[in-house]
RNA sequence: GGGCUCGUGGCCUAGUCUGGAUAAGGCACCGUCCUUCUAAGUCGGUGAUCGUGGGUCCGAAUCCCACCGAGCCCGCCA
């Protein structure tokens, strides 16, 4: 949870004692120009007597409070405005005594954050990765708001993909070296054959194997994904996107714990007269089947058990998904919840598809574009503009641009809206990228390596870019709420943005080093709030801020 | 056919949940600014029937209905 001072609550409270009904939502900072905060009382202006003198009375209350600086009636508005050294304080102490602002405290929450989870049946491509993204900077956004969070990918090992991934192996590359490359050469050939066959039965016959639970398959397969999956990872690592824990599929059809699915719904579930299959018929939408006339487990099985697992551990789960698998969260809520009884929280996250101009993205017909592909070509260009302005070029500055770069791309995009993929939207540093963010953080970092300290300051000769930097600030903690009861980290990634341009202003139009202490200190005490704010929403966000780009 | 999602200047995005002060940015294009803390930047300009048509409301990009267009789902696949 956040620690600070709610001044929304506390302007509401005060109005409150005038009118009693002022919600929320009518108590904001002011999205147009009008004002720092304002109260929209539109509404009250027909129903209440006495109006104007109401409003008159909401005035003084508001202007007595001591970060408020003056307080104007203006139609069925009251705009109010702050009073900027009093926020900078603010601001200031927290960042001096907690080292962050805003303060959070634990909270004995655990959560658990379920990303990526995409069959190894490839490297990771740019459509996979807006899954990774997403779903590590909310693990961040949880973890900031002082939960204890594990990030896990679900590793799926045992379908048919990852099956047909294995006989094309063994097909084509038998004997041959066991890489990524071969793997994937084999499985865009099984698939041809497959189609050359007009029959999947080998990979089918495969599978039984595999449920019944032949060791050496089931070794062979996990073997072959965890050389698929050790490129995933590493591509992950770049962007700066890591797991506490990875759970594989197999474990659950193994362990029993599929068929202990079974048990616990068998008073739910029905039998095909075909063949014995078991499903759910769940209400206004289809039949799930569980378990197949053979015996074998499906998807759905085993990811019931999987968050049986998970519910075991933790009480919030979050899962990120594509949005081909919406119905899925609905069966998974509804017997999870509804027919076995959990009260644990979970929460679905579904993002739309990364296309390309010429269509869809596919491992298997190999138009997809690797992650890995995109990251070098983005070292590659941030490595040439610094050389452009240094003369020579640093790897390691090059690389958190690539990186920030990539994830920023995607993530500043809401999830429900498809992306096209265009290389020259991805390669570009201008404009509203993490480049740009990075480079008004730089700015910031140059100014304070050379202007000292800091030390006492007052209002004197205060300009309209500072007031309106030192409000924005403040205005953290509540998109950081936004954020988080959203689960919506582009929410940050906007207000990121925003922040940078306000700070862009600011420098333009406020010098720092050659001014007399009154004003350069506090310029200095604002940049330093900056900065802090700019490092923790950067780092929820995946950007890596350096001082020199 | 049923269900879900998306549609905002030439292109990309914010705002839509929770209706309110002139629809906010970016790219591209035209013009401006480097003896001044980093020009990956600044300032100015051109450019919007907010998919279409109805409705509710004092007030609609936002809510409701219909329609159009794009995508996804409707498997004993995952």
Same mark, same amino acid.
């Not at 927290?94 to 805003?102: D, E, R, V």
């Not at 100014?447 to 300290?453: A, D, Q, T, V, Y």
């Given at each position: 949870?956040l620690?600070?001072?709610?001044?929304?609550?506390?302007i509401?409270? +005060?109005?409150?004692?005038?009118?009693?009904?002022?919600?929320?939502?009518?108590?904001?900072?002011?999205?147009?120009?009008h004002?720092?905060?304002?109260l929209?009382?539109?509404?009250?202006? %027909?129903?209440?007597?006495?109006?104007?003198?109401?409003?008159d009375?909401?005035?003084?209350?508001?202007?007595k409070?001591?970060?408020?600086s003056?307080?104007?009636?203006e139609?069925?508005y009251?705009?109010?405005?702050?009073?900027?050294?009093a926020i900078?304080?603010?601001?200031?102490e927290?960042?001096?005594?907690?080292?962050?602002?805003?303060d959070?405290?634990?909270?004995?929450e655990?959560?658990?954050?379920?990303h990526?989870s995409?069959?190894p049946?490839?490297?990771?491509?740019m459509?996979?990765?807006?899954?990774?993204?997403?779903?590590?900077?909310?693990?961040?956004?949880?973890?900031?708001?002082?939960?204890?969070?594990?990030? #896990?990918?679900?590793?799926?090992?045992?379908? /048919?993909?990852?099956?047909?991934? @294995?006989l094309?192996?063994?097909?084509?590359h038998?004997?041959?070296?066991?890489? &990524?490359?071969n793997?994937?050469?084999?499985?865009?050939?099984?698939?041809?054959?497959?189609? !050359?066959?007009k029959?999947?039965?080998?990979? +089918?016959?495969?599978m039984?194997? *595999?449920?019944?639970?032949?060791? +050496?398959?089931?070794k062979?397969?996990?073997?072959?994904?965890?050389?698929?999956?050790?490129?995933?990872i590493?591509?992950? !690592?770049?962007?700066?996107?890591?797991?506490?824990?990875?759970?594989?599929?197999?474990?659950?059809?193994?362990?029993?714990?599929?068929?202990?699915v079974?048990?616990?719904?068998s008073?739910?579930?029905?039998?095909?007269?075909?063949?014995?299959? /078991?499903?759910?018929?769940?209400?206004?939408?289809?039949?799930?089947?569980?378990?197949?006339?053979?015996g074998?487990?499906?998807?759905?099985?085993?990811?019931?058990? @999987?968050h049986?697992?998970?519910?075991?551990?933790?009480?919030?789960?979050?899962?990120?998904l594509?949005?081909?698998? /919406?119905?899925?969260?609905?069966?998974?809520?509804?017997?999870?919840?509804?027919l076995?009884g959990?009260?644990? #929280?979970?929460?679905?996250?579904?993002?739309?598809?990364?296309?390309l +101009?010429?269509? %869809?993205? $596919?491992?298997?017909?190999g138009?997809?574009?690797?992650?890995?592909?995109?990251?070098?070509?983005?070292?590659? /260009? =941030?490595?040439?503009?610094?050389?452009?302005?240094?003369?020579s $070029?640093?790897?390691s500055?090059?690389?958190?641009?690539?990186?920030?770069a990539?994830?920023?791309?995607?993530?500043?995009?809401?999830?429900?809206?498809?992306?096209?993929?265009r290389?020259?939207? =991805?390669?570009?540093?201008?404009g509203?990228? =993490?480049p740009?963010?990075?480079?008004?953080?730089?700015?910031?970092?140059s100014?304070? !390596?050379?202007?000292?300290?800091g030390?006492?300051?007052?209002?004197e000769?205060?300009?309209?870019e500072?007031?309106d930097?030192? &409000?924005?600030?403040?205005e953290?903690?509540?998109?950081?709420?936004?954020?988080f009861n959203?689960?919506k980290p582009?929410?940050? =990634?906007?207000?990121?943005?925003?922040?940078?341009?306000?700070f862009?202003?600011?420098?333009?139009?406020?010098? &720092?080093?050659?001014? %007399?202490?009154?004003?350069?200190?506090?310029?200095?005490?604002?940049?330093?709030? *900056?900065?802090?704010?700019? #490092?923790d929403?950067s780092?929820?966000?995946g950007?890596k801020?350096?001082?020199?780009m």
């Open positions: 949870m620690l600070f001072q709610d001044l929304l609550e506390i509401r409270s +005060e109005a409150k004692k005038t009118l009693s009904g002022i919600e929320e939502k009518e108590v904001i900072f002011d999205p147009t120009e004002a720092h905060i304002t929209r009382l539109i509404k009250y202006g %027909k129903t209440e007597t006495n109006f104007d003198g109401k409003l009375k909401i005035c003084s209350d508001i202007e409070l001591g970060f408020v003056s307080v104007k009636k139609g069925y009251v705009n109010v405005y702050l009073n900027p050294i900078l304080n603010t601001i200031s927290s960042i001096h005594t907690a080292g962050i602002f805003p959070s405290f634990q909270d004995p655990r959560v658990s954050v379920e990526t995409t069959n049946t490839g490297p990771i491509h459509g996979r990765v807006r899954n990774s993204v997403i779903g590590d900077s909310v693990a961040k956004l949880i973890e900031r708001y002082g939960y204890r969070v594990t990030k #896990q990918y679900y590793v799926n090992d045992s379908g /048919k993909q990852m099956l047909s991934l @294995y094309g192996y063994e097909k084509f038998k004997g041959d070296e066991l890489t &990524v490359a793997l994937l050469d084999g499985y865009v050939k099984i698939y041809n054959y497959f189609e !050359e066959q029959s999947e039965r080998e990979v +089918e016959d495969l039984e194997r *595999y449920e019944r639970g032949d060791g +050496e398959l089931i062979n397969v996990r073997e072959i994904a965890s050389v698929v999956l050790e490129s995933i590493k591509d992950l !690592e770049k962007l700066d996107i890591k797991f506490d824990e990875f759970t594989w599929e197999s474990e659950f059809i193994t362990s029993g714990e599929t068929k202990e079974i048990r616990k719904l008073e739910n579930l029905e039998t095909d007269e075909k063949d014995g299959a /078991k499903y759910i018929d769940i209400p206004n939408l289809r039949k799930i089947y569980l378990e197949r006339g053979n074998t487990s499906l998807y759905v099985t085993r990811d019931i058990a @999987y049986m697992y998970k519910f075991s551990q933790y009480d919030r789960c979050i899962i990120v594509g949005e081909d698998h /919406k119905e899925h969260g609905k069966i998974m809520n509804f017997i999870m919840h509804t076995l959990y009260e644990n #929280q979970m929460d679905f996250i579904f993002y739309g598809y990364v296309n +101009e010429s269509g %869809k993205m $596919s491992t298997r017909k138009t997809s574009i690797p992650v890995s592909e995109v990251y070098n070509k983005l070292v590659e /260009k =941030a490595s040439q503009e610094i050389e452009k302005r240094y003369g $070029s640093d790897k500055t090059a690389e958190k641009i690539a990186s920030s990539l994830r920023f791309y995607i993530l500043r995009i809401n999830p429900s809206k498809p992306i096209t993929f290389w020259e939207d =991805a390669l570009d540093f201008n509203e990228t =993490a740009f963010i990075m480079y008004s953080y730089t700015r910031a970092s100014i304070l !390596e050379k202007s000292g300290s030390g006492n300051f007052t209002e000769d205060m300009n309209k500072e007031i930097l030192i &409000v924005h600030l403040y953290y903690p509540y998109k950081l709420k936004e954020a959203s689960l582009e929410v940050l =990634a906007t207000y990121l943005l925003s922040l940078s341009k306000k862009t202003s600011f420098y333009e139009n406020s010098r &720092v080093i050659d001014q %007399k202490d009154e004003i350069k200190n506090r310029r200095i005490a604002i940049i330093k709030s *900056y900065t802090s704010i700019v #490092q929403c780092s929820i966000l950007i801020n350096v001082n020199k």
